[in-house]
């Protein structure tokens, strides 16, 4: 009799493997009809017809995975990241420039948790007392923290599809930073989190906080945007909250609770790496000299 369980398992994995490029493919379909549709949508709407041709595929398709190809969430955020970068934020996204931003960017203030499982948030990490108003401004400070979404989003899937989540250590936080605490700043930044990034922040968790850290997230939460309140996390030594955002905590670094040093946890060179992609940089030029707001 003929020996054929080699032949059955080849044959299995075969169709496995073609019903996963099926699959792929019936994906990639979905998301090129959906890059069709939006293209037709900006080009019946007034404001975004005349510029939409500066608007790059690579970014609509980020926007396309992470609102998972519902047509009018994406075209809510182009509208959104479109009016800030010429109307309502102009000097904040003017300052996204990556050549101007490199300075700031080489202070690493910054930090990206390694993307290890597809079930898991991208992180990104920040730490008060390795920020010196004095040196960066607020505003510098948030066009840096946009460059580093758009890197940590912009090549992995599984973080478009699961978005980002923003850990921000109150260790060391003094009057420093709180005197730049404003109302209107706040607003600003959490605004732009909430309604402009390519990849959705679906979560604050501030860390090793304190009475102050507390007292002033009461006096400023009436800024965060009422949708987005849910997702403001202020702890103090427990980290359980956090734990359970994040299904597959041994992907977490030790210095919260998780399992893998924090001297290979992080993304190495994601600075230098951010300079190569000029995307956001791009759009935000390129609108905002069609709007009379950039160099001639």
């Known amino acids: 009799m003929p020996h054929t369980t080699g032949r059955v398992q080849c044959r299995v994995k075969f169709d496995q493997d073609e019903n996963n490029f099926v699959a792929m493919n019936s ?10 549709i939006i293209r037709g ?9 005349p510029i939409m041709q500066f608007w790059p595929e690579k970014l609509l398709l980020t926007l396309i995975r992470t609102y998972d190809s519902n047509h009018s969430s994406v075209l809510d955020v182009v509208n959104c ?14 300052l996204i420039n990556l050549s101007k931003l490199r300075p700031v960017l080489d202070k690493k203030l910054f930090s990206l948790v390694k993307h290890a499982s597809p079930k898991n948030p991208g992180i990104l990490m920040f730490k008060f007392k390795n920020w010196k108003p004095s040196d960066v401004s607020p505003d510098q400070l948030t066009a840096v923290a946009t460059v580093y979404y758009h890197q940590l989003g912009r090549n ?8 980002i989540l923003v850990l921000l250590d109150a260790e060391g936080l003094g009057f420093s930073h709180v005197r730049q605490m404003s109302h209107n700043f ?7 989190n909430v309604y402009t990034s390519p990849v959705r922040v679906i979560g604050y968790v501030v860390y090793n906080s304190s009475f102050l850290m507390e007292k002033i997230y009461n006096v400023l939460k009436h800024a965060v945007p009422e949708r987005s309140r849910k997702d403001v996390y202020i702890l103090r030594k ?59």
């Open 186 to 192: 706040v607003k600003k930044v959490l605004y732009c």
């Open 81 to 94: 990241l479109q009016t800030c970068i010429t109307e309502t934020y102009p000097e904040l996204f003017g």
């Open 156 to 163: 992995s899937k599984d973080i478009q599809k699961n978005g």
């Open 27 to 36: 994906e990639d379909d979905k998301k090129t009809t959906c890059l069709t």
């Open 238 to 296: 427990d980290l359980t909250q956090l734990h359970e955002m994040v299904p597959d905590k041994q992907f977490l670094p030790t210095c919260v609770g998780g399992e893998v040093p924090n001297d290979v946890a992080f993304q190495e060179d994601a600075e230098i790496a951010a300079l190569e992609d000029l995307t956001m940089q791009n759009l935000v030029t390129d609108l905002q000299r069609e709007y009379g707001l950039g160099k001639k």
């Open 41 to 49: 949508m900006m080009a019946e709407n007034v404001k975004l017809k």
